[in-house]
C-alpha cells in the first residue's frame, strides 16, 4: 500500500460520504492565505469527531489547538441550540482568522476562541469553577499533551470523552526514545492515561491523505 492509494481512498470516501462544504473550504483556502501550516485535521477525522460530540450528546466542547478553525467547525456543528464550544488558541492571529471562518459558517454564536497559553486558559476556567465539558479534543504542540490532559481532567466530569490527535507520528510513538519533546510528550500522556483508575481509552492506528497517524479516545469515568 502507498501514499497514493491511502490518499486516493480518502477522496473516494470523502465524496461519497462528507462532499463539498463551503465553509470547510473556505476555512482551509484562508488558512492557506494566512500562511498557516497545513495540519488541520482530514475531513475524514473532522467528520468523526462531529460524529462522536453528537453521539455523546454534547452541550459542552473544549477544543485545544484552532488553527484556521476547521476542526472548529466540524465540533460546533455538533452542538444543540444553546450549546457552547471554547477553542484555546495561542497565536493570536490564528485565532482572528479562525473566527471570519466560524463567522462565515453561521456558528460564531456558539463559539468562544480564548487567545493564550492554554495551560493557564485550562487553569484560569478551572479556577473560576467552570462546569465540566463533556467532549474534549486536543490537537496542539505534542509536548504539552501531559499538561493539557491535566488541565483537561479538572474540567472533565463522568462520562466526558477525550479525542487526542496525532499520537502515532508515522509510528515513532513505539519506535526507540529519540528524545524529540513531541514523541516525549506523547508516550508521558500515554503513560498518564495508563495509570490513572477514573479513564478508560483506546488508541487507534490511522492512514490516509494526512499519511499514517492514530489518535488516542479517553473516557473520564
Avoid: C
Avoid at 462532499?19 to 482551509?28: R, S, T, V, Y
Avoid at 475531513?43 to 477544543?63: D, K, M, N, Q, V
Avoid at 469553577?129 to 499533551?145: C, E, H, L
Avoid at 496525532?166 to 495508563?194: H, K, L, Y
Amino acid at each position: 500500500m502507498t501514499q497514493d492509494r491511502w490518499t486516493a481512498v480518502d477522496s473516494f470516501f470523502h465524496e461519497k460520504l462528507i462532499g463539498e462544504d463551503d465553509a470547510l473550504d473556505h476555512a482551509l483556502a484562508s488558512g492557506r492565505k494566512a500562511g498557516m501550516p497545513e495540519i488541520h485535521v482530514s475531513a475524514a477525522f473532522g467528520a468523526l469527531i462531529h460524529l462522536l460530540a453528537r453521539t455523546r450528546g454534547a452541550e459542552r466542547i473544549l477544543e485545544i489547538g484552532t488553527l484556521a478553525g476547521y476542526s472548529t467547525i466540524w465540533l460546533a456543528r455538533a452542538l444543540p441550540a444553546g450549546g457552547k464550544l471554547i477553542s484555546l488558541e495561542l497565536d493570536a492571529e490564528h485565532a482572528r482568522v479562525a473566527r471570519q471562518n466560524v463567522s462565515h459558517a453561521g456558528l460564531i454564536d456558539r463559539v468562544d476562541i480564548r487567545i493564550g497559553e492554554a495551560t493557564e486558559s485550562l487553569a484560569e476556567m478551572a479556577g473560576a469553577g467552570a462546569d465540566p465539558f463533556d467532549f474534549i479534543f486536543i490537537d496542539a504542540d505534542k509536548r504539552s499533551n501531559p499538561a493539557y490532559l491535566e488541565g483537561s481532567l479538572r474540567l472533565s466530569g463522568p462520562g466526558t470523552l477525550i479525542v487526542v490527535d496525532n499520537v502515532v507520528r508515522n509510528g515513532a510513538v513505539a519506535g526507540p526514545d529519540s528524545g524529540d519533546p513531541d514523541m516525549v510528550g506523547i508516550r508521558t500522556m500515554i503513560d498518564q492515561v495508563a495509570a490513572n483508575p477514573r479513564l478508560t481509552a483506546t488508541a487507534i492506528q490511522t492512514v490516509g491523505g494526512k499519511g499514517y497517524d492514530g489518535f488516542a479516545v479517553i473516557r473520564v469515568d
